[in-house]
Each structure stands twice: as C-alpha cells, then as structure tokens.
C-alpha cells in the first residue's frame, strides 16, 4: 500500500504564504515525477506544478513567479511555497506522485487533499 498525506493548509489573507508539504509512504520503490493539482468550487482539478525526480519542474502560467516546488527525493516528500497568495488560489490541493511500488507495479497515487482559503 501507498499513501501520501498532505499537511500546511489553511487560511490566510491575500498577499500572505503558506507551505504545503506531502509525504509518500509505503511499499515504495522508486518515486518519478510529484506535483500539486487544485481544485476550485465548480472547476475542473487543473495542474498547478509538477518536479522530475532530477529536480526540473513546470509551472501554470497563473502561478509562475509565486509558486515553488521542491522535493528531497530520500524523504519522498514535495513541497509547494505559496507566496503572494490571490482569493484565485482558493482551492483544494492535491499532491500527486507517479511512482512504482515495491510490486513492480507503476501508476499515479493522490493525496487526500488539503484545503487553501485565500480572503480579499
């Protein structure tokens, strides 16, 4: 079994920051690609970062220059620094990992989801 636990969200005032963390536990061989996904009340969950394994990573463009991914692959765990916050980023956020279990077995493994609530 595979889990990954999210933890850091919250409530905070535009302009403000906050740091999601996610760690993967588990059967566990080896971990590809992780990143983060929202979801907003009515909207589809859309991508809002992702890391490679070497630490390459890609960004939404209504993200860019706000938000930070990084990951210490001996932990399994990523991370996501939210900075300048808009009442836009209020979501739920979801981390993801692309991983292979000790099984062998490849396939992408949510978290449970962590809310972020961004006041005017």
């Known amino acids: 079994q595979v889990h990954l636990v999210e933890s850091g969200g919250g409530s905070v005032q535009a302009g403000g920051s906050l740091r999601l963390s996610c760690a993967a536990s588990?059967?566990?061989?080896?971990?590809?690609?992780m990143g983060w996904y929202r979801q907003a009340p009515g909207k589809q969950r859309e991508l809002v970062t992702v890391i490679t394994s070497s630490g390459g990573t890609d960004s939404a463009d209504s993200v860019k220059g706000r938000f930070t991914i990084s990951r210490i692959n001996a932990m399994n765990t990523v991370y996501l620094q939210m900075n300048s916050l808009k009442p836009e980023d209020t979501a739920v956020y979801y981390c993801i990992a692309h991983l292979v279990s000790s099984a062998g077995q490849w396939g992408n493994y949510w978290g449970q989801g962590t809310q972020v609530t961004v006041s005017p």
């Open positions: 588990g059967s566990i061989l080896s971990i590809n690609n």
